[in-house]
Structure formats: structure tokens, C-alpha cells
């Protein structure tokens, strides 16, 4: 059930809007009564964060060779900023979602976490090369490029005919 509910509401949200999509809506389309989707989800956003986390794990696969491979740093952030957002916006209000709950919930939000993490691991890998300035820690860097991503997804969303949000963020990461 936890599977199909996840699926269908994203379903949903892309064709309906997050907004609009109601828990009821997603019990129906899962064939459960609410009393028992509540059992899965207390809310239509951590549907909506279920379906993300499913998402971040394979963007967290992917980002172990990332760190070690050849490519210049920057690189591997832009290849990082496209994979992320081109791996978790099947859904324009999936990345939307994830942008608004990291910011409410913070480093509890598992994904959140994971984000922060990872930039944290690249700007270390960066500076250990040389190729990432020393005077701040990674962890403060991850902070700022983090902040910078969320502003981003915010103009993307609000502006419906925006550019591609990876290449927007890209263009902003390397400001």
C-alpha cells in the first residue's frame, strides 16, 4: 500500500498540482479509506517526501564515483546540480515540495540532509585538490550553495515559462 499510495500521489500532484491534490484523493486512487492511509502518511507532503527519498537513493549511488573521478571540481558540482534536479523533478511540485519542506523542517528532513552532506563531501574532496578555497569550511560553503539552490527552485517555480532549472542552478553555482 505504502508503494501505490507514493506512486499514485505523485501521479496526482503532476497532473492535478500539489496544492490542489487531497489526501483524500490520494486514498481513493489507492483504494484505502483515509483512516488507513494515515496508517502510511500523516500528510500529502510526506507522500510527496517518500517519493523524493526513493529519488535522493539513487542519486546518493550515483555520487560516490562522482568524488573520485577524474573530472575538474567544478565539474563534478555542475554534474551533481544537473543529476540531483534531473533525477528528483519528474514533477515540477516534487522539487517545489522538497524545497519548501527542507527549508521548514531542516537537517531533520532526511533528504535535506543527504543534500547537504553530499556538497559537504565535494567541497572537502575540492579543497583537498586545491581547486576549492581553504579560508571556509565545507560545511559553510555547503551552507551557501544549498541556499542558493532553494532560491533557485523558488524563481523556477513561480515563473512558469523558466528555464530548466538544472541549467539555471548550474549558471547560479557558478556565479
Sequence with gaps: ??????HLGVRLFAENGFAETTL???AAAAG????TFYNYFKSKEDVALAALEEMFQQVQLDFAPLLTSPLPWRSKI???LQRLIRQSYSTRELIWVWCVESIKRGPI????????HMLVDLFAAGQASGAVRTDRSPDDMAVDL????????AVWY??????DLADRLCA????
Excluded at 1 to 6: P, S
Excluded at 32 to 35: N, Q, S
Excluded at 158 to 163: D, I, K, L, R, Y
Design 109 to 116: 528532513l532526511h533528504s535535506s540532509a543527504q543534500f547537504h
Design 158 to 163: 513561480q515563473q512558469e515559462a523558466s528555464a
Design 172 to 175: 547560479a553555482a557558478a556565479m
Design 1 to 6: 500500500m505504502y508503494a501505490i499510495a507514493r
Design 78 to 80: 555542475m554534474h551533481f
Design 32 to 35: 484505502v479509506a483515509r483512516a
Design 146 to 153: 544549498g541556499g542558493i539552490t532553494f532560491a533557485q527552485i
Design 24 to 26: 483524500d484523493q490520494i
